[in-house]
């Protein structure tokens, strides 16, 4: 059901546009390394897609796969892993791909959960940072957006696994 009152926040061109900048940004950090780009499964996984084709260092991809949310709007608060990477992450430069920052407790969860792994370097690229209900601080190291509220749909993000597929990001009115 795709028909509940949303509103448009992003259309597809600006969030085009600002990845492409993302990119351009990420290659000249990295320029003599290798990125192993993990995606966080699964709001991340047309983001990631579209950001990878802009980069011009070399790119492996892997995901990871958490649950938070349940079937809400609300985090639930309790991070679950679904799936880890298959990739060997020791000495690799990891490029951390998401979709949104709420809370900050996934992104909180991830930070603790690949200081273990043994990778060279472990950073951040989100796609939108909603600050309102932080409660966990997050370095955000490449950030597409800020949008201070609201529960948004769209480019990869969803509700109850509903709008994945719309190619702009709306706000939804629940
Ligand atoms: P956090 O742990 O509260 O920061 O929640 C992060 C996760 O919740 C994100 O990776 C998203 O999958 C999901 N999420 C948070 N806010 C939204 C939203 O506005 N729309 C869709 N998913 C969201
Ligand atoms: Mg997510």
Request: aromatic share 8%; net charge negative; glycine share 6%.
């Amino acid at each position: 059901m795709q028909s509940a009152d949303k509103k448009l926040i992003l259309d597809s061109q600006a969030i085009h546009n600002r990845v492409r900048e993302i990119g351009e940004e990420i290659s000249k950090d990295y320029q003599g390394k290798e990125i192993l780009v993990i995606g966080v499964l699964k709001g991340a996984f047309i983001f990631m897609a579209d950001l990878i084709r802009t980069l011009s260092v070399p790119v492996t991809v892997d995901f990871i796969q958490v649950s938070s949310y349940g079937n809400s709007a609300a985090s639930s608060g309790k991070i679950t892993l679904l799936a880890n990477p298959s990739l060997n992450l020791q000495d690799r430069h990891i490029l951390l791909v998401e979709d949104i920052i709420d809370t900050g407790r996934t992104m909180r969860w991830m930070a603790d959960h690949f200081s273990t792994l043994g990778a060279a370097s472990v950073h951040l690229c989100c796609l939108i940072d909603k600050a309102e209900r932080r409660e966990e601080e997050v370095t955000i190291d490449y950030l597409g957006f800020a949008i201070p509220q609201g529960f948004l749909v769209g480019y990869g993000l969803d509700y109850n696994e509903a709008y994945r597929n719309l190619p702009h990001i709306y706000h939804l009115n629940l």
